[in-house]
C-alpha cells in the first residue's frame, strides 16, 4: 500500500514538472515575438537616422561614405530578406551557398547604391515624426529636410521576423527600395539567364 501511495505521488509530480518545463519552453519559444513594438521600433529607427545624418554630413570623399553605408547596413538592415526578396521566385530554388554568396555581395551593392543616394542630401537632416502598426510591421516615417528645397517623407519598416529587431524596406518619396530591387534583380537575372552564380560576380561592381 505504501508503495503504490508512493507511486502515485511520484507520477503526479512527474505531470506538474512536465507541465512547468512546458509552460517555460512556451514563453521562451513565443517570447521573441512580442518584443517587437512600437517604441522599439521608434528607437532602431532614431539611431540609424542619427548615423545617417552623421554620415551624409561628416564630409570626406565618396568612398568614405559609402564604407560608412555599409557598416549602417551591416547594424540596422535585414539584409538576408532584403537581398532574397530582390531574387524574387527564383529564391526558392537557390541552393544555400548562392543564397549565402549573392547575400554577402549584394550588402556591398546595396550599401554603394543608397550611399550614393544620401550624398544627395548632404547638408540636410533626417527628423523621425511617427510610427504606424501595419500589423506585421512597423512603419517609422521621417521628414528629410534639405536646406533651399521641400523637404519629403521618407519610412523605414521594421521587423522582427529573423529574430532582431532591423529595417527590411524603405520607401523614399514613395518608392520601395525592396520593390525595386526586385524589378532590378529581375532584369539582370534575365539577362544572365536565371544565373544567380553569374549575377553575384557581376553585382560586385554594380550599385
Do not use: C, H, W
Not at 4 to 20: E, G
Not at 117 to 135: D, H, L, P, Q
Not at 190 to 202: A, F, P, Q, S
Amino acid at each position: 500500500m505504501l508503495t503504490s501511495i508512493l507511486m502515485q505521488n511520484l507520477n503526479k509530480l512527474t505531470v506538474r514538472r512536465r507541465f512547468f518545463l512546458f509552460g517555460v519552453a512556451s514563453v521562451v519559444v513565443t517570447g521573441p515575438a512580442f518584443a517587437l513594438d512600437s517604441d522599439s521600433a521608434r528607437r532602431l529607427v532614431d539611431q540609424l537616422v542619427a548615423e545617417i545624418n552623421q554620415a551624409t554630413n561628416s564630409g570626406g570623399p565618396q568612398t568614405k561614405l559609402i564604407a560608412a553605408f555599409e557598416s549602417i547596413f551591416e547594424q540596422y538592415a535585414d539584409v538576408d530578406i532584403i537581398s532574397r526578396s530582390s531574387l524574387g521566385p527564383r529564391a526558392r530554388t537557390a541552393s544555400s551557398e548562392e543564397l549565402e554568396a549573392f547575400s554577402r555581395v549584394f550588402r556591398g551593392y546595396i550599401a554603394r547604391k543608397y550611399g550614393k543616394r544620401f550624398m544627395e542630401y548632404i547638408g540636410s537632416a533626417i527628423v523621425v515624426k511617427n510610427t504606424t502598426n501595419r500589423g506585421k510591421f512597423f512603419e517609422v516615417g521621417a521628414s528629410v529636410q534639405v536646406e533651399g528645397a521641400e523637404p519629403f517623407e521618407v519610412y523605414f519598416r521594421v521587423s522582427d521576423r529573423s529574430g532582431k529587431k532591423l529595417f527590411f524596406d524603405i520607401i523614399i518619396e514613395g518608392i520601395s527600395l525592396l520593390s525595386s530591387e526586385r524589378v532590378e534583380m529581375g532584369a539582370l537575372l534575365d539577362e544572365r539567364n536565371g544565373d544567380i552564380g553569374r549575377l553575384t560576380k557581376d553585382l560586385a561592381s554594380l550599385g
